[in-house]
Nanobody, 125 residues
Framework: QVQLVESGGGLVQAGGSLRLSCSVSGRTFGSYTVGWFRQAPGKEREFVAA????????DYADSVKGRFTISRDNAKNTVYLQMNSLKPEDTAVYYC??????????????????WGQGTQVTVSS
Protein backbone atom coordinates (compact mmCIF):
# COMPACT_ATOMS: atom_id res chain seq x y z
CA GLN A 1 0.00 0.00 0.00
CA VAL A 2 0.96 3.60 -0.60
CA GLN A 3 -0.05 6.27 1.88
CA LEU A 4 -0.43 9.94 0.95
CA VAL A 5 -0.99 12.83 3.33
CA GLU A 6 -1.77 16.36 2.13
CA SER A 7 -1.09 19.56 4.02
CA GLY A 8 -0.88 23.29 3.38
CA GLY A 9 -4.45 24.21 2.60
CA GLY A 10 -6.15 27.27 4.04
CA LEU A 11 -7.89 30.55 3.37
CA VAL A 12 -6.27 33.09 1.07
CA GLN A 13 -7.39 36.20 -0.76
CA ALA A 14 -7.68 36.29 -4.53
CA GLY A 15 -4.28 36.91 -6.09
CA GLY A 16 -2.50 35.23 -3.22
CA SER A 17 -0.44 32.05 -3.04
CA LEU A 18 -0.43 28.72 -1.22
CA ARG A 19 1.84 25.70 -1.34
CA LEU A 20 0.34 22.27 -0.84
CA SER A 21 2.45 19.30 0.21
CA CYS A 22 1.83 15.59 -0.36
CA SER A 23 3.92 13.24 1.75
CA VAL A 24 4.23 9.76 0.22
CA SER A 25 5.08 6.66 2.26
CA GLY A 26 4.62 2.91 2.37
CA ARG A 27 5.24 0.50 -0.50
CA THR A 28 6.71 2.46 -3.37
CA PHE A 29 7.23 1.01 -6.81
CA GLY A 30 10.12 1.94 -9.00
CA SER A 31 8.33 4.59 -10.97
CA TYR A 32 4.98 6.15 -10.29
CA THR A 33 2.99 9.27 -11.03
CA VAL A 34 1.62 11.58 -8.36
CA GLY A 35 -1.27 13.78 -9.31
CA TRP A 36 -3.23 16.61 -7.72
CA PHE A 37 -6.98 16.72 -8.15
CA ARG A 38 -9.62 19.03 -6.73
CA GLN A 39 -13.31 18.85 -6.05
CA ALA A 40 -15.60 21.78 -5.45
CA PRO A 41 -19.06 21.36 -3.87
CA GLY A 42 -21.52 19.91 -6.35
CA LYS A 43 -18.85 19.32 -8.99
CA GLU A 44 -16.91 16.30 -10.18
CA ARG A 45 -13.34 15.71 -9.14
CA GLU A 46 -11.03 17.31 -11.70
CA PHE A 47 -7.41 16.96 -12.66
CA VAL A 48 -5.02 19.75 -11.69
CA ALA A 49 -1.45 18.57 -12.27
CA ALA A 50 0.73 15.46 -12.23
CA UNK A 51 4.40 14.57 -12.09
CA UNK A 52 6.27 11.39 -12.98
CA UNK A 53 8.38 10.68 -9.92
CA UNK A 54 11.43 9.21 -11.61
CA UNK A 55 11.55 11.21 -14.85
CA UNK A 56 10.06 14.47 -13.62
CA UNK A 57 7.69 15.00 -16.55
CA UNK A 58 4.73 17.20 -15.64
CA ASP A 59 1.19 17.74 -16.90
CA TYR A 60 -1.23 20.55 -16.09
CA ALA A 61 -4.87 21.33 -16.58
CA ASP A 62 -5.38 24.30 -18.89
CA SER A 63 -7.12 26.19 -16.10
CA VAL A 64 -3.97 26.28 -13.95
CA LYS A 65 -1.17 26.50 -16.53
CA GLY A 66 1.11 29.41 -15.78
CA ARG A 67 -0.22 29.76 -12.23
CA PHE A 68 0.43 26.39 -10.56
CA THR A 69 3.68 24.43 -10.44
CA ILE A 70 4.08 20.81 -9.38
CA SER A 71 7.44 19.55 -8.13
CA ARG A 72 8.93 16.78 -6.01
CA ASP A 73 11.64 16.35 -3.41
CA ASN A 74 13.05 12.83 -3.66
CA ALA A 75 14.86 13.02 -0.34
CA LYS A 76 11.67 13.97 1.51
CA ASN A 77 9.32 11.74 -0.54
CA THR A 78 7.13 14.79 -0.97
CA VAL A 79 5.31 16.34 -3.91
CA TYR A 80 4.43 20.03 -3.85
CA LEU A 81 1.83 22.12 -5.61
CA GLN A 82 2.76 25.79 -5.65
CA MET A 83 -0.36 27.81 -6.40
CA ASN A 84 0.02 31.47 -7.40
CA SER A 85 -2.45 34.09 -8.59
CA LEU A 86 -5.25 32.19 -6.92
CA LYS A 87 -8.83 32.83 -8.01
CA PRO A 88 -12.13 32.22 -6.19
CA GLU A 89 -12.85 29.44 -8.69
CA ASP A 90 -9.81 27.57 -7.36
CA THR A 91 -11.74 26.97 -4.13
CA ALA A 92 -12.03 23.22 -3.58
CA VAL A 93 -10.79 20.27 -1.60
CA TYR A 94 -7.43 19.31 -3.06
CA TYR A 95 -6.34 15.68 -3.14
CA CYS A 96 -3.08 14.04 -4.08
CA UNK A 97 -3.12 10.59 -5.62
CA UNK A 98 -0.65 8.03 -6.96
CA UNK A 99 -0.66 5.52 -9.80
CA UNK A 100 1.64 3.43 -11.96
CA UNK A 101 2.65 5.41 -15.08
CA UNK A 102 1.03 4.23 -18.27
CA UNK A 103 -2.00 2.74 -16.55
CA UNK A 104 -4.59 4.93 -18.26
CA UNK A 105 -5.01 8.65 -18.76
CA UNK A 106 -2.99 10.80 -16.38
CA UNK A 107 -5.91 13.23 -15.98
CA UNK A 108 -8.50 10.55 -15.15
CA UNK A 109 -8.97 9.99 -11.40
CA UNK A 110 -10.25 6.45 -12.04
CA UNK A 111 -6.69 5.34 -12.80
CA UNK A 112 -5.31 6.41 -9.44
CA UNK A 113 -5.70 3.66 -6.83
CA UNK A 114 -4.10 5.56 -3.94
CA TRP A 115 -5.51 8.78 -2.46
CA GLY A 116 -4.91 11.16 0.39
CA GLN A 117 -7.62 12.53 2.64
CA GLY A 118 -7.70 15.98 1.03
CA THR A 119 -7.01 19.52 2.17
CA GLN A 120 -9.36 22.50 1.86
CA VAL A 121 -8.33 25.54 -0.17
CA THR A 122 -10.59 28.57 0.02
CA VAL A 123 -9.94 31.69 -2.07
CA SER A 124 -11.92 34.77 -1.09
CA SER A 125 -12.77 37.54 -3.55
Amino acid sequence: QVQLVESGGGLVQAGGSLRLSCSVSGRTFGSYTVGWFRQAPGKEREFVAAINWSVGNTDYADSVKGRFTISRDNAKNTVYLQMNSLKPEDTAVYYCAARIPGSGYVFDPRYYPYWGQGTQVTVSS
